[in-house]
């Protein structure tokens, strides 16, 4: 078979901070970056992707996550948004490396919210690693979280000892509070 070969793209012309009326954060796996989630997208969508929420004012951004040690790879350093020490339900959570991600997510936030687009308006998803991310900020202990109308997680997972579930609980009350609540469209 031949090899996979993922053409860089250029990003679609018209959205950019000042003229976005919603932004999109989406967030990549571990060991890649946001330039590689960004093209896998582009080329699993053909492109549809970006030029559709571009076509709707929508601003997608791909940060990348820091390179640290990465436990799961012998301490080497790695592109990825929290260490785990193995793979396994019952490996607990990097809770430092969380946090850092999730106040490196909070600060874009503040940056895009800074550039005129409004909070209920901006939405984060990830892919694996990024997708974990994207649910602590959306329902965990971020700035942010209970605020986005629009929180998307894809192949992802959790901790057994994540703090998400306890964080989401306290801010998600059956029958009042947020959860009664309804986020307007992201569009």
């Not at 018209?14 to 796996?29: E, Q, W």
Request: proline share 7%; aromatic share 8%.
């Amino acid at each position: 078979p031949e090899p996979l070969f993922i053409a860089p793209i250029s990003s679609p012309r018209g959205v950019t901070m000042s003229t976005a009326r919603a932004a999109l954060i989406f967030l990549h796996g571990s060991g890649d970056c946001g330039d590689g989630v960004r093209s896998w997208l582009h080329q699993v969508s053909g492109g549809d992707f970006e030029r559709q929420l571009a076509a709707a004012g929508i601003k997608v951004i791909f940060p990348d996550a820091p390179s640290r040690p990465y436990s799961l790879i012998g301490g080497r350093h790695q592109t990825v948004w929290f260490d785990r020490t193995a793979m396994a339900y019952n490996a607990p959570e990097d809770k430092a490396g969380m946090a850092e991600s999730v106040e490196q997510i909070d600060s874009l936030i503040d940056k895009i919210v800074g550039s005129g687009v409004p909070l209920n308006r901006i939405g984060v998803a990830g892919l694996s690693m990024g997708a974990c991310v994207a649910l602590h900020v959306g329902y965990g202990a971020g700035r942010y979280a209970g605020q986005l109308p629009m929180v998307s997680s894809f192949s992802t997972f959790l901790a057994e000892d994540s703090g998400l579930d306890a964080a989401a609980a306290a801010r998600f009350k059956p029958g009042g509070g947020a959860a009664a609540a309804t986020a307007p469209p992201l569009l």
